[in-house]
């Protein structure tokens, strides 16, 4: 085969490095079956202002801190001392029916405030001076996964995140593009005229038993996901389409235990009320609507929703009404059974900020995998989370 001719002519070719090395894979997978219960994750891309989202509504230092910045009207109040932002009205019955666990000060020793680093830190579950090169459900689909489609991504690109060691995720955001995609008839040729002696050559084994692969799961996803659409109403909005994709999927008994969906522009170093205003709003309408349309096809009960952001932002605010990188942050975990629901723990002290005038984290993000790991998706979190963590007690 011609590799260039391959790469130029197929037009499957950009969606070959979202799936995985199978010649490697097949020989350390898992043989039992998936379990039922899936975890979805929404990352708020370019790190949130948590202080603005959970809102010490009582605290001088808080509006001290931010004398055009803070929220003084129309907090929706969840207990004596903490509230919600009130773009986050939508996941008020959530919090009131025992279906929100809000974990404050969430964050990691050494702190980074880059974004692309910080986030590779969440997305590997690494140490701050640690560079791994696989994702923690990467590494989770190594143990554990069959196929490409046990964790998607709602996008073109796969997040590191979702890449592991030898075996990787699906990214799509449209599964008829995808299914359509694999019909490609170049794509279709090639794949008629492959021999066993090509699937033991190694570049081209990988190549053509890549192209197997997504092409069956290509077809699994478009057969087995219904065509009805969802009776629920979504707003209208990119991070919305993603969510009712991933609903349609859970909705339709989708093999699949990971879900992955991102909203971003939160990095609001400048006006930062207006934004964050509206992408909350996106947030939490989006959301409650999600959760909705589970609950109306029975399904909410096995998903957990898992929301975070790369860092949180400096408390106080900069000359140009916004808020510069911080670090310890709000971390939202959504579901019916949970254990400890509203308030997981206090929000840190403002009075006692690190060097930086930064909230002290108290509780390590890979501690949340690990619960989520053992008490969520039944398996140990060893080999998937680096550090051994302590478990919580949220599920």
């Known amino acids: 085969m011609d590799r260039r001719k391959f790469i130029k002519n197929s037009a499957l070719a950009s969606s070959l490095f979202f799936v995985p090395n199978f010649v490697k894979a097949f020989e350390s997978v898992a043989t039992e079956r998936l379990g039922y219960k899936r975890l979805v994750i929404v990352q708020l891309a370019g790190g949130n202002d948590g202080l603005n989202t959970i809102i010490p509504y009582n605290n001088d230092l808080y509006y001290n801190a931010r004398p055009q910045l803070s929220i003084t009207k129309d907090i929706i109040k969840l207990s004596d001392d903490l509230g919600f932002h009130p773009s986050l009205g939508p996941l008020r019955s959530l919090f009131d029916n025992g279906q929100l666990s809000i974990i404050n000060n969430v964050g990691y020793p050494n702190p980074v405030r880059s974004h692309f680093r910080s986030m590779d830190i969440w997305q590997t579950a690494s140490g701050s001076d640690e560079y791994l090169q696989s994702g923690w459900i990467g590494r989770y689909l190594d143990q554990y996964g069959k196929k490409p489609y046990n964790a998607m991504e709602m996008d073109e690109q796969l997040s590191l995140a979702m890449k592991g060691e030898h075996f990787n995720g699906l990214a799509t955001n449209d599964y008829k593009v995808l299914y359509n ?36 799961s290509a077809k699994y996803i478009f057969e087995t996901t219904e065509v009805k659409s969802s009776r629920e109403s ?27 969906t991102s909203l971003s522009g939160f990095d609001t170093h400048s006006n930062q009320n207006n934004k964050q205003t509206r992408l909350l709003s996106q947030y939490a309408e989006s959301v409650a609507a999600f959760v909705k349309d589970l609950k109306q096809n029975g399904t909410f009960e096995d998903t957990l929703i898992l929301t975070f952001s790369e860092f949180g932002r400096r408390v106080k605010q900069n000359a140009a009404n916004g808020t510069d990188h911080g670090s310890a942050n709000n971390v939202f975990v959504i579901g019916k059974n949970l254990k400890k629901a509203g308030f997981y723990n206090n929000l840190a002290s403002l009075s006692d900020l690190d ?21 969520w998706m039944d398996v140990s979190a060893e080999g998937i989370i680096p550090v051994e963590q302590n478990t919580l007690d949220f599920i």
């Open 181 to 216: 995609t694999a019909k490609d008839p170049y794509f279709k040729n090639v794949l008629d005229h492959y021999s066993e002696a090509h699937l033991s050559e190694h570049n081209l084994g990988y190549l053509y038993q890549t192209m197997i692969e997504a092409k069956s």
């Open 234 to 260: 979504y707003p209208q909005n990119g991070f919305s389409k993603q969510l009712r994709n991933v609903a349609q999927f859970i909705n339709s008994g989708l093999d699949t235990k990971v879900f992955y």
């Open 355 to 375: 060097d930086n005038g930064d909230l002290k984290y108290n509780i390590d993000f890979r501690s949340i995998y690990a619960t989520i790991l053992s008490q």
